[in-house]
């Protein structure tokens, strides 16, 4: 059974993805009895999108969940709490203390910046960014056999530096200024890989590790893959103002921006669930329900095979629990210091009720 392990991005809202993540690796360490067991000793392949492409970098390179929430907690203060609108309004805040922070992290023994081909990461491991000087979304892997990582090749994307494609893929608009990656005579532009379909990056992994322009032609199947897909908690997207006459043009676009991440956020999970042999997600709207397996009748299961077996695990907030919140100012914004206490109670109760180690072996 090969095993995909995807992150969502949410900025600090990373930390409730965490708790879920430190319980899967405690029940793992439980069921195999090993006290040092790390996911990527159970995961083969391991990606994410902007905040979920550093934790699942970290998974990757071998660290425990302890280790990287320390980290995470680490980079969160230093880089969300100085706000600099650097340089005439450019952005929110001064990216160089995230990429100091990203480079020493990922770094070989020597002290090195590891590269994207660099032998430390031990899964396969993917991040989305946002090519803003192609105008295209740019899915990235350490896979040998993609096109553009031929090693042979002078501009192979396996010499990149890991810490700038990670640093590419955080690269949120208003709040940190592009990333700009140059190779040999071509130089790009990078933006958050959360301005593309693939915030929730689950469903392009699949194809990835399967569709042969990929190269890695994994075969699929429910009894040969298995997807578990992690998020950063969910508060649906509406207006706070009630009148139309009320809503101005700072309000549009704030919306905009959040609702059509949102909306992908759920695209991508209903593609899977549609997919997949969904053994647990909340429901995604009155109408669809859960989709999980047992609503799902023999005879569509027979025309339409499970390409793999799936999980969700993501909290669609209540309204007690926004209630409860709302002593916090914009708690659920992707930079908000003060929610991260919040989100890890919320995080662990949530992990502590719903994730199963027969979910995930």
């Known amino acids: 059974m090969r095993n995909i392990l995807s992150l969502d991005g949410g900025g600090t809202r990373g930390i409730f993805s965490l708790q879920i993540l430190a319980r899967m690796e405690a029940l793992l360490r439980e069921k195999y009895q090993k006290p040092d067991l790390v996911l990527a000793d159970h995961f083969q392949y391991i990606g994410g999108t902007s905040t979920g492409a550093i934790i699942a970098a970290a998974l990757s390179w071998g660290a425990s969940v302890a280790t990287i929430e320390k980290f995470y907690l680490e980079q969160s203060y230093q880089v969300f709490g100085r706000k600099t609108w650097v340089s005439r309004l450019r952005s929110k805040y001064h990216a160089a203390d995230l990429t100091r922070l990203l480079r020493e992290f990922f770094s070989e023994e020597d002290g090195t910046p590891a590269l994207l081909g660099s032998g430390r990461l031990r899964t396969l491991y993917l991040c989305v960014m946002r090519n803003a000087t192609t105008g295209a979304p740019w899915i990235m892997t350490n896979s040998r056999f993609a096109k553009y990582n031929d090693e042979t090749l002078p501009e192979s994307n396996l010499k990149i530096p890991l810490y700038q494609l990670i640093r590419a893929s955080t690269a949120a608009p208003i709040f940190f200024q592009p990333e700009e990656i140059t190779q040999g005579l071509q130089s790009w532009m ?172």
């Not at 429901?283 to 969700?312: K, Q, W």
């Not at 309204?319 to 003060?338: H, M, Q, T, Y």
């Open 190 to 361: 990078f933006l958050d890989g959360a301005v593309t379909p693939y915030n929730n990056p689950a469903f392009i992994m699949y194809l990835t590790a399967t569709l042969p322009c990929f190269g890695n032609r994994w075969e699929d199947g429910e009894d040969k893959m298995r997807i578990i897909s992690v998020g950063t908690g969910r508060m649906r997207v509406r207006f706070t103002k009630q009148r139309v006459d009320q809503i101005n043009v700072i309000d549009q676009a704030a919306h905009a921006v959040n609702a059509l991440i949102d909306s992908n956020n759920q695209h991508q999970d209903l593609i899977c669930r549609a997919f997949g042999h969904c053994l647990f997600g909340e429901p995604l709207d009155s109408e669809i329900g859960t989709l999980m397996a047992d609503e799902i009748s023999a005879e569509v299961n027979a025309t339409h095979p499970p390409r793999f077996v799936y999980c969700r695990y993501n909290r669609n907030l209540s309204a007690d629990e926004i209630s409860e919140a709302s002593g916090i100012p914009n708690f659920f914004s992707v930079d908000n210091l003060r929610a991260i206490e919040y989100l890890q109670k919320l995080g662990k109760a949530f992990a502590e009720q719903n994730v199963r180690v027969e979910h995930l072996a």
